[in-house]
């Protein structure tokens, strides 16, 4: 990441925005919600957020990949947004399939059995990310 770390709302907004190409529901109406209550306390959360999704000795790739395999490994929904970060970021789908597989070597067969899906679930998000690009 470049020396200049977003400083407003709207800044960090964005940084969702190029990540995915949208802002996930869920991140929204958190936004939303601090925006109005709480919007030192949003702001907070965000800088931190950042100064740890943004590296200076991780490319976003391999950030990306990382979070998608520690999200898989526990089932969680948020695997498939940062696996479309990961793409977006230069990823292939061959290496999302292995973070995949290494998810399986420490999380067994849930992790396995669900893979198919979430890459599904990822192409899909991927080609909405490129309809909302091109409006």
Same mark, same amino acid.
């Given at each position: 990441?470049s020396d200049e770390r977003p400083e407003t709302i709207d800044d960090f907004r964005a940084t969702y925005e190029?990540?995915?190409?949208?802002?996930p529901p869920r991140v929204g109406s958190r936004f939303e919600a601090s925006e109005k209550d709480n919007p030192?306390?949003?702001?907070?959360?965000?800088?931190?957020?950042?100064?740890?999704?943004? *590296?200076?000795?991780?490319?976003?790739?391999?950030?990306?990949?990382?979070?998608?395999?520690?999200?898989?490994? !526990?089932?969680?929904?948020?695997?498939?947004?940062?696996?479309?970060?990961?793409?977006?970021?230069?990823?292939?789908?061959?290496?999302?399939?292995?973070?995949?597989?290494?998810? +399986?070597? +420490?999380?067994?067969?849930?992790?396995?059995?669900?893979? *198919?899906?979430?890459?599904?679930?990822?192409?899909?998000?991927?080609? !909405?990310?490129?309809?909302?690009?091109?409006?």
């Amino acid at each position: 990441m470049s020396d200049e770390r977003p400083e407003t709302i709207d800044d960090f907004r964005a940084t969702y925005e190029k990540m995915l190409g949208f802002v996930p529901p869920r991140v929204g109406s958190r936004f939303e919600a601090s925006e109005k209550d709480n919007p030192e306390l949003l702001l907070a959360q965000e800088r931190l957020r950042n100064m740890i999704m943004y *590296p200076d000795t991780l490319d976003q790739k391999t950030v990306q990949l990382v979070l998608f395999g520690i999200l898989h490994a !526990k089932l969680s929904d948020a695997a498939k947004l940062h696996g479309l970060a990961a793409l977006r970021a230069g990823a292939s789908w061959d290496e999302l399939r292995a973070v995949i597989d290494l998810a +399986f070597l +420490f999380t067994g067969f849930s992790a396995i059995n669900r893979g *198919p899906q979430v890459l599904a679930d990822i192409a899909e998000l991927e080609k !909405k990310a490129k309809e909302n690009e091109r409006d």
